[in-house]
């Protein structure tokens, strides 16, 4: 595994030995990791990020799969920028001269490592021709059905309401509530 490697809900893990089950990640709470060990009984436990970080270098596990539904806003944003990056056949450190920042900084922002992303939104979709709109609703594909209250409703309308910067701060602060439960 990589140093750096991001570890968010909806990864599965799974190690380099087919005896060992694959863990899926659930939630990220506070300092700990909730998973599940992926055979039969799919019980939820709860770790430390390190003691997680350190079964996944012991068994060798790999990312094998991303649960897309449960995917962070934040990463979300970090996977479409090296998806277009990457389509543009620009390099890190094409990326860091265009934006005046480091290649590390470009580096981080396409890892989510950094809460940054959303003040370069505006140069990103300059640089790439893409509407800003696309950082929000740009690949998703999926439709959505859902019963929802009067509560929720109010809050979609809301948020609708905002311009693509302010959707990002507001789905990043939900982001930090939902950790720091």
């Not at 506070?30 to 390190?50: G, P």
């Not at 270098?57 to 649960?67: F, G, H, R, Y």
């Not at 620009?90 to 590390?104: D, K, T, V």
């Not at 505006?122 to 019963?147: C, M, Q, Y």
Request: aromatic content about 6%; glycine content about 2%.
């Amino acid at each position: 595994m990589p140093h750096r490697t991001l570890l968010t809900p909806g990864q599965i893990w799974t190690p380099k030995n087919q005896q060992e089950f694959p863990r899926k990640i659930v939630d990220l709470v506070k300092s700990s990791i909730e998973f599940q060990v992926l055979n039969n009984k799919l019980d939820i436990k709860r770790c430390a990020h390190s003691l997680f970080r350190k079964w996944i270098k012991s068994t060798q596990a790999s990312l094998t799969e991303i649960d897309e539904t449960r995917v962070s806003p934040t990463l979300a944003l970090a996977q479409k920028l090296f998806a277009l990056r990457k389509s543009a056949k620009m390099s890190q450190l094409a990326l860091s001269e265009a934006l005046n920042i480091s290649r590390s900084a470009v580096a981080a922002l396409e890892t989510g490592r950094t809460g940054d992303l959303q003040k370069y939104l505006p140069k990103i979709a300059e640089i790439f021709d893409v509407p800003i709109n696309f950082f929000l609703d740009g690949l998703s594909t999926k439709p959505v059905k859902r019963l929802i209250s009067s509560d929720e409703d109010i809050l979609i309308d809301l948020y609708r309401a905002l311009t693509p910067e302010k959707k990002i701060s507001a789905q990043k602060y939900m982001e930090r509530q939902k950790i720091h439960k």
